[in-house]
């Protein structure tokens, strides 16, 4: 948890976990940190990830430098796994539905720096230390930056005021937060080495999404499809092939209608409560 933040999100974990300040930056401190733990399995999430900016943003390479030194850190401390946190768009998605074996080709700095990433943990793998890179598509639900697709068309719709999108044709792969969560547990719990799609391998128009929401918020005449222009180089296909995943035994939890439903109404609770 970096120093500073408030810890909101992870309220719910003090219970069961100890949260220990630290930013990844202060590399010295990192490496003592697990020096001192000596951690069987590490689970690296954290990245400069701020909606509109972190595609393109330098940030990105701090992120990049942050994460191999904890990576070698976890290794010094004999660490037995580390799952690292990727991205679709590592690959080239013009073939729309990807698998492990697809042919890679970011378009953005975050996705070229988590690539490198990839790479860099993957000739670091040995010395006892076996790696997971689990390459997340579209995640959602409760607790999410209110400026991403789904709490934004949320938020509108709650305060009855016209949600903005564009046509919404572009299909996705979308998975409910808690799933995602499940996946990577479930493969670091297992020591599974390499690369896992992390997706539910079931495409969905953002257009059916937003016209889910209209009617869980009993709203669907203030949706907006068209109001909007797509956003440039914007991929009209990405969906996953889960085939490698669901062979650890993995299923998810939720399906569309039962996860936009968890969304709307943490964000209607959220709001009630100010």
């Given at each position: 948890?970096?120093?500073g933040r ?6 719910v974990?003090e ?5 220990v300040?630290?930013?990844?930056g ?5 490496r003592?940190?697990?020096?001192d733990l000596?951690?069987e ?13 972190y ?9 990049l430098?942050d994460?191999?030194?904890?990576a070698?850190g976890?290794r ?26 697809s042919?890679?080709?970011p378009?953005?700095?975050?996705a070229?720096a ?6 860099v ?15 997340l598509?579209?995640?959602y639900?409760?607790?999410?930056d209110a400026r991403?697709?789904v ?8 305060a009855?005021?016209?949600a903005?999108i564009?046509?919404?044709?572009q ?10 969560a ?17 997706g ?5 128009t ?13 709203r669907?005449?203030l ?8 956003s440039?180089g ?12 669901r ?12 996860g936009?439903?968890?969304?709307v109404r943490?964000w209607?609770?959220?709001?009630a409560s100010g």
């Amino acid at each position: 948890m970096r120093p500073g933040r408030d810890p909101w999100r992870l309220r719910v974990l003090e219970p069961k976990a100890t949260l220990v300040e630290c930013d990844l930056g202060d590399h010295a401190r990192v490496r003592q940190l697990l020096a001192d733990l000596r951690p069987e399995l590490c689970f690296h999430c954290a990245w400069y990830a701020v909606p509109g900016d972190y595609l393109h943003s330098l940030e990105n390479l701090t992120a990049l430098v942050d994460s191999m030194n904890l990576a070698r850190g976890a290794r010094e401390s004999r660490c037995r796994h580390f799952v690292g946190v990727g991205t679709c768009f590592e690959y080239d998605t013009s073939p729309g539905t990807l698998s492990e074996t697809s042919p890679t080709g970011p378009r953005s700095l975050y996705a070229a720096a988590k690539l490198a990433l990839h790479l860099v943990l993957d000739q670091m793998r040995g010395e006892g230390m076996g790696m997971t890179w689990a390459r997340l598509f579209y995640l959602y639900g409760p607790m999410e930056d209110a400026r991403r697709l789904v709490p934004s068309v949320v938020r509108a719709l709650l305060a009855g005021e016209p949600a903005a999108i564009s046509p919404g044709q572009q299909v996705r792969d979308f998975l409910h937060v808690e799933d995602v969560a499940a996946a990577l547990a479930a493969l670091g719990q297992r020591h599974l080495d390499g690369v896992f799609n992390i997706g539910s391998g079931q495409p969905i128009t953002v257009a059916d999404v937003a016209t889910c929401l209209g009617r869980l918020c009993g709203r669907e005449s203030l949706v907006r499809l068209g109001a909007r222009p797509y956003s440039p180089g914007d991929p009209m296909y990405v969906c996953a092939d889960v085939a490698r995943l669901r062979s650890t035994g993995w299923r998810a939890a939720y399906n569309l209608e039962t996860g936009l439903s968890d969304s709307v109404r943490w964000w209607r609770d959220h709001l009630a409560s100010g």
